[in-house]
């Protein structure tokens, strides 16, 4: 992982450089980033287009939580922003989160035909083996189908749960309630 390997960077050379890691949750992909080899394999967004063009959503069972999506401009910004008045100290290492433009709870996928279709209607939703053969038929990537398919299969010990995610946490001092 980059960011394990920027934490053991600063670390040997006893903190001489900031570095501030970036942490994006799902990027949106619009214009020419959504279309081409790379793009046809980015589950979520991948899932999302083909569910605006199908107008129909999969039900997932048993899964709880929301996708998380960043535009790519608060992404871009939040670098610029960091490189033109960072306020990080040679010492430190810190971390930004990039999340929450846009949450999309589970439970409420057809909710996206309100949002994103000129007539505002809810998209149906179909069981998932219906939902993904559709979705195939219209060109969506097996691989993905396949990460899609595995949100809702039934493991033992596993109960993925698709948090929301926070932008900032307090200081530790001041969640433990010291300072």
Same mark, same amino acid.
């Given at each position: 992982?980059? /960011?394990?390997?920027?934490?053991?960077?600063? #670390?040997? @050379?006893?903190? /001489?450089?900031?570095?501030?890691? @970036?942490?994006?949750?799902?990027?949106?992909?619009?214009?020419?980033?959504?279309?081409?080899?790379?793009?046809? *394999?980015?589950?979520?967004?991948?899932?999302?287009?083909? #569910?605006? !063009?199908?107008?129909?959503?999969?039900?997932?069972?048993?899964?709880?939580? #929301?996708?998380?999506?960043?535009?790519?401009?608060?992404?871009?910004?939040?670098?610029?922003?960091?490189?033109? @008045?960072?306020?990080?100290?040679?010492?430190?290492?810190?971390?930004? @989160?990039?999340?929450?433009?846009?949450?999309?709870?589970?439970?409420?996928?057809?909710?996206?035909?309100?949002?994103? /279709?000129?007539?505002?209607?809810?998209?149906?939703?179909?069981? *998932?083996?219906?939902?993904?053969?559709?979705?195939?038929?219209?060109?969506?990537?097996?691989?993905?189908? #396949?990460?899609?398919?595995?949100?809702?299969?039934?493991?033992?010990?596993?109960?993925?749960?698709?948090?929301?995610?926070?932008?900032?946490?307090?200081?530790?001092? !001041?969640?433990?309630?010291? /300072?």
């Amino acid at each position: 992982m980059l /960011s394990f390997g920027l934490e053991r960077i600063h #670390a040997q @050379h006893s903190g /001489s450089c900031p570095v501030c890691i @970036h942490r994006p949750s799902t990027i949106v992909r619009e214009g020419d980033d959504a279309v081409g080899s790379r793009a046809s *394999l980015d589950w979520v967004n991948m899932m999302l287009h083909h #569910a605006r !063009k199908l107008r129909c959503v999969p039900r997932f069972e048993r899964r709880r939580g #929301a996708f998380d999506l960043v535009l790519a401009q608060t992404a871009c910004e939040s670098l610029v922003s960091h490189v033109m @008045h960072g306020s990080v100290s040679q010492e430190d290492v810190s971390y930004t @989160h990039l999340v929450g433009d846009r949450l999309i709870p589970l439970d409420q996928l057809d909710r996206i035909g309100l949002e994103e /279709s000129e007539e505002g209607e809810l998209f149906n939703t179909l069981p *998932l083996s219906d939902w993904t053969a559709n979705a195939v038929a219209d060109g969506l990537h097996p691989a993905v189908v #396949a990460l899609i398919e595995m949100m809702d299969v039934v493991e033992p010990c596993i109960d993925p749960i698709f948090p929301r995610l926070l932008r900032e946490l307090p200081a530790i001092e !001041k969640v433990n309630g010291s /300072s």
